[in-house]
C-alpha cells in the first residue's frame, strides 16, 4: 500500500494480557516513531527507529512497553500485562529521512477492561 | 503546565467563516512548528510547517508564528465542512532528529 498501515485497528485487552502491536511503514523510510494519543489529547512519544536502531525510548511509560524493529522495516510495540491506563490509540509514524515529513499510520485504538 | 497549550474547543462556525486557532509554548529552544489535521479515528496528517518566526501561506490556509510571544496561529479562510476535524499544533527543536511535542488539539466544526 502507499500509506503506513497499523493492525489490529482495534483491540480489547483483559487487564493483564499481553497485546502486540503492528506497524508498516512506508516501504524506504528509515525513520519510524511511536506515539500514544489519549482520547481528548495530541500524540505522546514513545519511542523512535532508524532502521533498526531504537535510538531514542524515553517515552515509554514503563518497563511493560517494548518496541522492536529488526529488520528495519515492519515494527512491533508489545505491552505486557496491560493496564487500564494503557487504555489509548497508539500511532505510527514514517519519514524518509531525518528532514521531512512523518507520516501517520491510521492508530490501534486499545481498550483495557 | 504543559510545554503545549491549546485550547481544545470544541470551535463551531458557519461555513465560510474565517477561523482562527492557537497555541503557546513555553520551550524558546522550539525552532519547527506544524499544523496537523486529523480527522476521527484516522492518523493526523501534516498541513502546514514554519521554521522560526513569520506567516506561511497555502491555499485557504495561513499559519503565523511570533516566537517572541510563544504564539503561533493557523488561519482558514473560507471555512468548508470538510475542514471539520481536530487540528494539532506541534513542534521541535531541530529536524535532524527530535521528539515532536504536540499540543492536545482544537475540535471544529464547520456548519453548512
Known amino acids: 500500500g502507499a500509506g503506513v498501515s497499523q493492525s489490529p485497528r482495534y483491540k480489547v485487552a483483559k487487564r493483564g494480557q499481553d497485546v502486540a502491536l503492528r506497524c508498516d511503514p512506508i516501504?524506504?523510510?528509515?525513520?519510524l516513531f511511536w506515539y500514544q494519543q489519549a482520547l481528548g489529547q495530541g500524540p505522546e512519544f514513545l519511542t523512535y527507529?532508524?532502521?533498526?536502531?531504537?535510538?531514542?525510548k524515553s517515552g515509554l511509560p514503563s518497563d511493560r512497553f517494548f518496541a522492536e524493529r529488526p529488520e528495519g522495516s515492519v515494527s512491533t510495540l508489545k505491552i505486557q500485562r496491560t493496564q487500564q491506563e494503557d487504555s489509548a490509540v497508539y500511532l505510527c509514524?514514517?519519514?524518509?529521512?531525518?528532514?521531512?515529513?512523518?507520516?501517520f499510520g491510521p492508530g490501534t485504538r486499545l481498550t483495557v477492561l | 503546565q504543559k510545554e503545549v497549550e491549546q485550547d481544545p474547543g470544541p470551535l463551531s462556525v458557519p461555513e465560510g467563516a474565517i477561523v482562527s486557532l492557537n497555541c503557546t509554548y513555553s520551550?524558546?529552544?522550539?525552532?519547527?512548528f506544524m499544523w496537523y489535521r486529523q480527522y476521527s479515528r484516522k492518523g493526523p496528517e501534516l498541513l502546514m510547517y514554519?521554521?522560526?518566526?513569520g506567516n506561511k501561506e497555502d491555499g485557504r490556509f495561513t499559519a503565523q508564528v511570533d516566537k517572541s510571544s510563544k504564539y503561533i496561529s493557523l488561519f482558514i479562510r473560507d471555512s468548508q465542512p470538510s475542514d471539520s476535524a481536530t487540528y494539532l499544533c506541534?513542534?521541535?527543536?531541530?529536524?535532524?532528529?527530535?521528539?515532536?511535542?504536540f499540543g492536545p488539539g482544537t475540535s471544529l466544526s464547520v456548519i453548512p
Open positions: 509514524a514514517s519519514r524518509v529521512g531525518s528532514y521531512n515529513e512523518q507520516f
Open positions: 516501504s524506504g523510510h528509515v525513520s
Open positions: 527507529f532508524q532502521n533498526e536502531a531504537q535510538l531514542d
Open positions: 520551550n524558546s529552544a522550539f525552532q519547527y
Open positions: 514554519t521554521y522560526s518566526s
Open positions: 506541534a513542534m521541535s527543536v531541530s529536524t535532524v532528529y527530535d521528539k515532536v511535542i
